[in-house]
T-cell receptor
Framework: ETGVTQTPRHLVMGMTNKKSLKCEQH?????MYWYKQSAKKPLELMFV???????ENNSVPSRFSPECPNSSHLFLHLHTLQPEDSALYLC??????????????FGEGSRLTVL | DAKTTQPPSMDCAEGRAANLPCNHS???????VYWYRQIHSQGPQYIIH???NNETNEMASLIITEDRKSSTLILPHATLRDTAVYYC?????????????FGTGTLLAVQP
């Protein structure tokens, strides 16, 4: 148990569906991240939020839409996805350098399959 | 951030020490060395990090060479549960966020 909870753990969706992935952290951290891990590829950083403001968007297609309503919750809204978007989506959180070591705490991931 | 180079895979006998090398020859003075591991289909797990001194915690030891161009992660008594992909990442630490860029890592297979 890392203190970062992701739901759902598994999701199967068609290309015309709209779904959302949810992440919640119980660690009091002030930064949250979305990573994507496709089969046999390194983790790719998608989005970074600090104090609920998006600070990084690594050229992610607009069919992925992040939302960070508060420092404990992070969503990834999905619509009109492609089969190549099938991957493990990982959420992480961290604390700023004034407290803690800046390490990232990851959730268990949401395994997405797009048909 | 400086680039790191790791062997793609390594084997280790259960109960023996696992020594995982990492080269980071272009590391700059304010960059830390982080180690994470990822057990199959789980989220990565932080192991240890250091700047220039050797570090030890309950999971592992980190040995950084004097010129800081390479480091070694040591798991003192490897178990089957240590089978995972181990990532060495070099990163400046001090901003509000810690945007770690993961490479392909080293797949450590602990053999019974």
């Amino acid at each position: 148990e890392t203190g970062v909870t992701q739901t759902p753990r598994h999701l199967v969706m068609g290309m015309t569906n709209k779904k959302s992935l949810k992440c919640e952290q119980h660690l009091g951290h002030n930064a949250m991240y979305w990573y994507k891990q496709s089969a046999k590829k390194p983790l790719e950083l998608m989005f970074v939020y600090s104090l609920e403001e998006r600070v990084e968007n690594n050229s992610v297609p607009s069919r992925f839409s992040p939302e960070c309503p508060n420092s404990s919750h992070l969503f990834l809204h999905l619509h009109t996805l492609q089969p190549e978007d099938s991957a493990l989506y990982l959420c992480a959180s961290s604390q700023g350098p004034t407290r803690g070591t800046g390490e990232l705490f990851f959730g268990e991931g949401s395994r997405l399959t797009v048909l | 951030d400086a680039k790191t180079t790791q062997p793609p895979s390594m084997d280790c006998a259960e109960g023996r020490a696992a020594n995982l090398p990492c080269n980071h020859s272009t590391i700059s003075g304010n960059e830390y060395v982080y180690w994470y591991r990822q057990i199959h289909s789980q989220g990565p797990q932080y192991i240890i990090h250091g700047l220039k001194n050797n570090e030890t915690n309950e999971m592992a030891s980190l040995i950084i060479t004097e010129d800081r161009k390479s480091s070694t992660l040591i798991l003192p008594h490897a178990t089957l549960r240590d089978t995972a992909v181990y990532y060495c990442i070099v990163r400046t630490y001090g901003g509000a966020t810690n945007k770690l860029i993961f490479g392909t890592g080293t797949l450590l297979a602990v053999q019974p």
